[in-house]
């Protein structure tokens, strides 16, 4: 309800008959959403034939060709299975430029390295495949671009913007350190080669 104060002498000018408290504007009803979570569009972006000819390429790409990896900076992680995604591909990128670089071990890998596996939410339904967060739609959006992609050829990962969610700041942490250590060791953007068959996902920075 709205409140308001009125000289007493001109009470009458306000208020509503019978009513002495109450504003003339009267009661301010507000109807509040029971779920607030919406609707994922089930809608679909790519037409049969162009889906299927991105299927195709996929299914045919050479086994010693280069992995593209797709990275996301978001609000947050969407789920346990993406935490772990950037988790290991992180992991995996410290050691290389640590191990090309002579650059020693990490301090904050070992922490890193601490956190559980999975994604700790504080609230479950905050995670995919529920659509609480941006990062969770995003997920969804390119699910129909994703699915074309069984054997993984193309590597989605998802760094999050602030260290909102339980073990992401260790990630964050070793992210940015690299960061400012390459900008010291390697002035220059390195060049980025074809990796060789065998190799991880991560690419292979010119020497």
């Keep these: ?120 939410a504080e609230d479950p339904t905050t995670l995919y495949p529920n659509a609480r967060t941006h990062s969770a739609l995003i997920k969804h959006a390119l699910v129909e671009v994703t699915e074309l992609d069984p054997n993984n050829r193309v590597t989605v990962v998802y760094i999050p913007l602030a260290a909102t969610q339980v073990g992401v700041a260790p990630l964050l942490k070793e992210l940015l350190y690299l960061a400012q250590i390459l900008k010291v060791v390697r002035p220059e953007p390195p060049r980025v080669l074809r990796r060789p068959a065998g190799l991880s996902q991560a690419s292979t920075a010119e020497a």
């Design 1 to 120: 309800m709205q409140f308001f104060s009125v000289p007493i002498s001109e009470a009458q000018k306000y208020l509503v008959p019978g009513v002495v408290q109450q504003g003339i504007s009267g009661p301010v009803v507000v109807q509040l959403e029971q779920n607030p979570t919406p609707p994922i569009s089930t809608s679909r972006v790519l037409s049969p034939a162009a889906a299927e000819a991105i299927r195709s390429h996929l299914a045919n790409v050479a086994a010693d060709a280069p992995s593209p990896i797709v990275v996301i900076v978001d609000d947050s992680i969407p789920d346990s299975a993406e935490y772990a995604k950037s988790r290991s591909l992180l992991l995996e990128i410290s050691e290389q430029i640590r191990d090309k670089y002579k650059l020693g071990s990490s301090p904050y890998v070992g922490e890193l390295l601490s956190q559980p596996s999975a994604l700790v």
